[in-house]
């Protein structure tokens, strides 16, 4: 075999595991290494992975979990008050998300999650989850009515818990309703791509990245099978100053 023939092969070879790493894990990259030097990853998830055992999640090489918290104005998911209070109890970073609507009103949202989730400063910062589903996933709503919403939203909250929220977004969604609006937010992209580190559609950087919908982890006995895997843009040391 020649040399470029075999440079070739081990550049796929090493591809290869970079992007096994990045689905299932190589533990050599994330938190096992006792440092602040380390990749940083966690996950998110809701009453889909059913009764969790924090313990035995958080000693799995992340460093960070956001609980479902609401959805709308009025639905609050079943395991987030249990989920909430088990997870403070571990070293891992913790924050909570809320699933925004299209049919009520961004202020009578963000009370729904403001009634749920407790202020704090030792925990991240809120998330809003800007998806399109069911009708608006063939008929999104025009730009100008989900801005309306998504900044009653947002506003609420800022001056709640004195804290910007992170917009959680795809690269659709992102295009839509995001684009050059909301510099001024940390952005947290979907991409399952596996393609890594990544860069936001106009050019800008990610604060989150969630890489695959298909992780595995143990401590969790709910329907779901997989949790969602995330990496944070820096070291864990950049992470605790950017958030801490």
């Known amino acids: 075999m020649s040399k470029r023939k075999l440079i070739l092969l081990f550049a796929g070879i090493g591809a290869l595991i970079l992007i096994a790493c990045l689905i299932y894990g190589c533990t050599n990259l994330y938190n096992n290494d006792n440092g602040k030097n380390h990749y940083v990853r966690g996950v998110d998830l809701s009453a889909y992975q059913g009764v969790i055992d924090w313990k035995t999640l958080a000693e799995q090489n992340i460093d960070f979990a956001y609980i479902k918290a609401t959805e709308g104005n009025d639905y609050v998911d079943t395991q987030f008050k249990t989920n909430w209070e088990a997870s403070q109890k571990t070293d891992l970073k913790v924050g909570a998300y809320h699933f925004l609507d299209y049919d009520t009103t961004g202020k009578d949202q963000a009370n ?3 009634a749920n989730v407790p202020a704090s400063k030792d925990n991240l910062p809120p998330v809003v989850d800007l998806e399109l ?3 608006y996933d063939e008929n999104p709503l025009p730009k100008e009515q989900a801005k309306v919403i998504l900044n009653e939203f ?3 909250l800022e001056d709640h818990y004195g804290v910007k929220p ?4 795809s690269q659709r969604v992102f295009n839509l309703y995001i684009g050059t609006d909301y510099t001024d937010y940390k952005i947290w992209i979907v991409d399952l791509d596996n393609s890594w580190p990544k860069t936001l559609p106009n050019g800008g950087s990610f604060t989150f990245w969630q890489y695959t919908q298909r992780g595995i982890l143990d401590g969790y006995d709910g329907n779901e099978t997989f949790i969602d895997f995330d ?3 820096g070291t864990y040391a950049e992470f605790l100053d950017e958030f801490f």
């Open 112 to 114: 729904n999650f403001i």
């Open 133 to 135: 589903y069911g009708q």
């Open 154 to 156: 947002l506003k609420a």
């Open 166 to 169: 992170i917009i959680y977004t």
């Open 231 to 233: 990496l944070y843009k």
